[in-house]
């Protein structure tokens, strides 16, 4: 671990110190790009009533707003704590390429802010998750064009 990646975890944990002050929940993310920090989170849940307003959702909007794009390609994450699965899919589906965290989901569980759970019932089966979860392909045949109506209306606007 580079002092940079240890001075950027800091910086996570700092926001979330100072966001637990004011009442909100320990958690801080900082997004750095080329070593420059591009945007900052905190987790917003209690204060807006947003069940995914995740310290890392809030820094991967602003650095999107910061960037001018929804591709933050060459990012990378630090957060305070273990980024739960929705926080980790976005990163993904964002283009960050690297998350470094300082607090694991073993440190949280004692405080109830473990995602531990959540990890372990999504990796199972869709039949086997708490929550149930189906694809209902008759609702597609009923308008099939979808997603090709989608990609002509890309392909329109680009010409």
């Known amino acids: 671990m580079t002092d940079a990646t240890e001075g950027f975890?800091?910086?996570?944990?700092?926001?979330?110190?100072?966001n637990a002050q004011r009442g909100g929940r320990p958690f801080g993310a900082?997004?750095?790009?080329d070593g420059v920090v591009v945007a900052t989170g905190v987790n917003e849940i209690l204060a807006s009533g947003d069940p995914t307003a995740h310290a890392e959702l809030s820094a991967l909007r602003a650095a999107s707003r910061a960037l001018g794009s929804p591709d933050l390609s060459g990012c990378?994450?630090?957060?305070?704590?273990?980024p739960c699965p929705m926080c980790?899919?976005?990163?993904r589906l964002s283009g960050v390429g690297a998350v470094a965290y300082a607090y694991s989901n073993e440190d949280g569980a004692p405080y109830g802010l473990s995602t531990a759970a959540v990890y372990a019932d999504l990796a199972k089966p869709f039949a086997?998750?708490?929550?149930a979860i189906r694809h209902v392909p008759a609702?597609?045949?009923?308008?099939?064009?979808?997603?090709?109506?989608?990609?002509?209306g890309q392909r329109a606007d680009r010409s």
Do not use: C, N, T
């Open 30 to 33: 900082v997004v750095v790009k």
């Open 76 to 82: 990378k994450i630090f957060a305070s704590g273990h």
């Open 88 to 91: 980790m899919a976005a990163m």
């Open 128 to 131: 086997e998750q708490s929550m």
């Open 9 to 18: 975890l800091r910086d996570a944990i700092a926001l979330a110190r100072a």
């Open 139 to 152: 609702a597609a045949r009923a308008d099939p064009d979808l997603y090709a109506d989608w990609q002509r």
